[in-house]
Antibody, heavy 127, light 111 residues
Framework: QLQLQESGPGLVKPSETLSLTCTVS??????????WGWIRQSPGKGLEWIGT???????YYNPSLKSRVTMSVDTSRNQFSLKLTSVTAADTAVYYC???????????????????WGKGTTVTVSS | QSALTQPPSASGSPGQSVTISCTGT?????????VSWYQQHPGKAPKLIIY???KRPSGVPDRFSGSKSGKMASLTVSGLQGDDEASYYC???????????FGGGTKLTVL
């Protein structure tokens, strides 16, 4: 059974970089037609897609966060990671990683759903 | 402001049916059959309950059903049970530039 687990610091200072890792177990991060995403949820708010990475290291980011986001994948460790720079209090949220089903036609990716989620990790931005 | 519009709340009595709407544009909901729905209980991670407009993952009761007409998708929960009380989020593929969008969520109360 595929499981995802987020890890990283729970407290980050303003203007610093938030770094999180998602470890995939029970399956391979290199599986075809599956992508790996980060989603966040601010306190009392809805879900926000941050970005998605494929095992080929191709990345796709939310345009509103693109200037501050970097995602990467480590197939040898079955992990993928998120870095968010220049954080502010507005970046305080529960961060989830998730597996995304999708496909790619003529190099255009189409995401279909998010079927396996991690439990989430709370990140607070505060001095 | 979320890209997809959902009513903030919905309610129904046990045994009744409730439908939650999700309105987008021709660039997301109206343009692709990649609408999915997620159920989230307080303090828990979201759970996929409908994908590709009307398909149910294994283990999701057939009381949950999805549909789409034009730029609006809908989730219907039939035979409401107490455990259905949760927040529900729609989402959609939104083309190669934006890629993925969520709705603002609907809190379903079982009266």
């Amino acid at each position: 059974q595929l499981q995802l687990q987020e890890s990283g610091p729970g407290l980050v200072k303003p203007s610093e970089t938030l770094s999180l890792t998602c470890t995939v177990s029970g399956g391979s991060i290199s599986s075809s037609n599956y992508y790996w995403g980060w989603i966040r949820q601010s306190p009392g708010k809805g879900l926000e897609w941050i970005g998605t990475v494929y095992s080929s290291r191709r990345t796709y980011y939310n345009p509103s966060l693109k200037s501050r986001v970097t995602m990467s994948v480590d197939t040898s460790r079955n992990q993928f990671s998120l870095k968010l720079t220049s954080v502010t209090a507005a970046d305080t949220a529960v961060y989830y990683c998730a597996r995304q089903g999708g496909d790619s036609i003529f190099d255009v990716v189409r995401l279909h759903y998010m079927d396996v989620w991690g439990k989430g990790t709370t990140v607070t931005v505060s001095s | 402001q979320s890209a997809l519009t959902q009513p903030p709340s919905a309610s129904g009595s046990p045994g009744q049916s409730v439908t939650i709407s999700c309105t987008g544009t021709s660039s997301d909901v109206g343009g692709y059959n990649y609408v999915s729905w997620y159920q989230q209980h307080p303090g828990k991670a979201p759970k996929l309950i409908i994908y590709e407009v009307n398909k149910r993952p294994s283990g999701v009761p057939d009381r949950f059903s999805g549909s789409k007409s034009g730029k609006m998708a809908s989730l219907t929960v039939s035979g409401l049970q107490g455990d259905d009380e949760a927040s529900y989020y729609c989402s959609s593929y939104a083309g190669s530039d934006i890629l993925w969008v969520f709705g603002g969520g609907t809190k379903l109360t079982v009266l």
